[in-house]
């Protein structure tokens, strides 16, 4: 690991601000990726500012009837909160399917949001990497590649981003509230948040420099059946070969929000008009212009089978 400079800040404005008063700053929540990161020196930041006690550690009602997520809650009471299980279960549920219970612990819900890939190139070193090394090219494409990405993807970059909490999030149409380095706040849609990785995939947001999260918004709560399903090698401690992300009517509509696919949780809209019609009409939607490799194509039909399984459960 580097050496770096440290401190700790008692605001969000704060921190903002520490952030932009010195370069190549990184933000310390929960640590459970950037420490493991800086050990690898994949990530080397010349300052650590801690926001661990900044105060954004609350879940609260919002007035539009939705709740108003603290950027440090961490993943174990988000999961546990009572309103969270009752009214928005697929979060709670996909929470649960994340990591171990001592890392929920610690994992927060801003850090959640933002940890990197866990593409095997992009952790190696010796290998590659874009969004490691911008402009060295990507050895995932013609390497080993069961894992990785089939849609939204490039020919710079076909990691996926690793997130289960992020995937029910999309469905929850949630936003991001932020506040940057000048004091001024803003809500960004998840649905806008992450970037596709086209020509530059090391820029994994649309956040600005210094810009650092408050907190995550969720609307007023969606009836329907809630269900998170994710498909993996192993039944626990393991990322998602796919995640399916559901809110199912009673008439068959719903939301639809997809993980293990794409750079970004991967949810279509329009897609979802065809969801009545079942699965397959809908998977043809969600994926077209995949772009698989010949290790990872059978992730289309593996997306298609779970989203059936899916929609039976609700059904029943």
């Not at 994992?107 to 992009?122: E, I, K, S, V």
């Not at 992450?194 to 820029?203: S, W």
């Not at 796919?242 to 639809?256: E, F, L, N």
Request: charged residues 20%; aromatic residues 6%; proline residues 6%.
């Amino acid at each position: 690991m580097k050496t770096f400079t440290y401190e700790r800040v008692r605001t969000p404005a704060e921190a903002a601000a520490a952030a932009a008063r010195t370069p190549g700053s990184k933000f310390l929540a929960g640590g459970t990726n950037l420490l493991d990161l800086m050990k690898l020196e994949i990530e080397t930041p010349a300052h650590i500012i801690d926001v661990g006690k900044v105060g954004l550690d609350k879940i609260e009602p919002t007035p539009a009837g939705g709740l108003r997520i603290g950027a440090l809650v961490t993943n174990t009471d988000l999961a546990n909160h009572l309103p969270v299980r009752r009214d928005y279960g697929l979060l709670s549920r996909a929470l649960l399917a994340g990591a171990t219970g001592q890392l929920r612990n610690k994992a927060t819900t801003a850090g959640n949001l933002l940890q990197r890939t866990r593409c095997p190139y992009f952790y190696d070193t010796n290998q590659r990497c874009n969004k490691r090394v911008p402009g060295s090219g990507c050895a995932a494409i013609a390497g080993f590649s069961r894992q990785l990405g089939v849609i939204g993807t490039s020919n710079a970059c076909i990691a996926t981003h690793p997130s289960d909490m992020a995937v029910a999030m999309r469905a929850l149409d949630a936003g991001v509230e932020t506040v940057k380095a000048n004091g001024t706040t803003r809500t960004i849609p998840l649905a806008q948040f992450y970037r596709l990785p086209g020509q530059t995939p090391h820029l994994e947001t649309i956040l600005e420099k210094n810009e650092l999260i408050t907190a995550v918004l969720l609307p007023p709560p969606v009836g329907g059946v809630h269900i998170y399903q994710k498909v993996r090698d192993r039944a626990s401690y393991a990322f998602a070969l796919i995640s399916v992300g559901a809110i199912v009517q009673k008439d068959g509509t719903g939301r639809i929000a997809v993980g293990g696919v794409a750079p970004q949780p991967w949810r279509v809209e329009t897609a979802e008009q065809l969801l009545p019609a079942g699965a397959k009409e809908f998977t043809a939607q969600l994926l077209q212009g995949a772009r698989p490799t010949k290790e990872n194509a059978f992730k289309l039909a593996l997306v298609e089978n779970t989203v059936a399984a899916v929609l039976n459960e609700a059904r029943h």
